[in-house]
């Protein structure tokens, strides 16, 4: 099989972070004992975080799922405003995302590369990679994937079609992305039956009305079918209840598939490019465990705030750098400049040990529900992110 070289191409040797449990959040109260949460999500470069897991998890991770920067050579904001007009971009307020810039394409395959060589270390021996990506790369990444994994463990290629408006005048609109799919062994995890869908009504009423349709093998038709490698679901930004501003925010719909087809309740899955958090919320919600790291606070709040919203499960959340400097906040009677609060009533200038979280909603006009009251000598500790995504103490 051919192989893909470039200028510079190395098998890069792990560099671990030092990775330091800085609070565990138990959603909407719960259990606050000490063990350390199975779920976790990670705030630091992945290559580093990813390098600092092999010890405890390589060849354990069931499933990963990675979206990583597409090579468009652009920057993403993400939307923080309420109750904007999404038809006037103009008017959105925004704040830094995530950058997606390279000095070359040579750069962004050895960033690639050397991440999926650590993935396929932290797959265990029935576990599979969707790799997400864009005409941008994608061609780049297959070749990738047949070295790393080998050309006999490609499963799929699916493609993800969606609608929605394109300034292109000059070719075929690009409404589709790519995901690779890879598994590290022949016997992996593939639910079927956890992911049919119904048959077309037209197939239905073809079988209906023929015996010799199908050339004579009849399908299960109220079992339905396994879905083929094409795939449609809306994009995120037509799904206003599932919006969070960040930006190239993935469906729930989309991440319920893969997850319901190649991992089973209390496996783990992993997504080190989380972004918005909607891999550890699916997980979440369909009894996985997860792993999930991003390099920007912004990524890791959102996440954390969906999953607290879910109030499924408890989480870590780990850190490799230090955390934005807090800022000490006077406590306004409307928490206008608040977004989520958290409380420990018990700090032990530690580890943060939430028990009480609120959060404002992500659209429309609920507001944010006032944080309890700290009894005076107590060692309760409030924490705070503030609308435009800064960490912050309440004080006053």
Known sequence: MPSLNWPGKQQTP???ASLTLDSVVHPGGGAT???????RLYLGDNFQVMSALLGEYEGKIN????DPPFFTNRKFPARIGRGEDSRKPGEWQLAEGYGDSWNSLDDYIQFLYERLLLMH???APNGTLYLHLDWHADAYARLLLDEIFGEERFLNEIIWAYHGPSPIRSAFNRKHDTILCYTKNPDYTFNADAVRVPYDPSTVKTFAASPKAGFGKVPNLERGKVPEDWWYFPVVARLHNERTGYPTQKPVALLERIILASSNPGDLVADFFCGSGTTPLVSARLGRNFLAADATFRAIHTTRKRLVEQKTVSFGIYTSTPEPGETILQELPDHKIIDYWEYDPDYDGKVFRSTQQGAL????????PPPPESKPGSKG???AVTIKGEPAVLGG
């Open 121 to 123: 270390r932290l797959l």
């Open 361 to 368: 909603p992500r659209r429309g006009s609920g507001s944010l």
């Open 33 to 39: 004992g000490q063990a350390e949460p199975l779920s």
């Open 63 to 66: 499933l990963i799922y990675t």
């Open 381 to 383: 500790r409030f924490r």
């Open 14 to 16: 792990p560099q671990p």
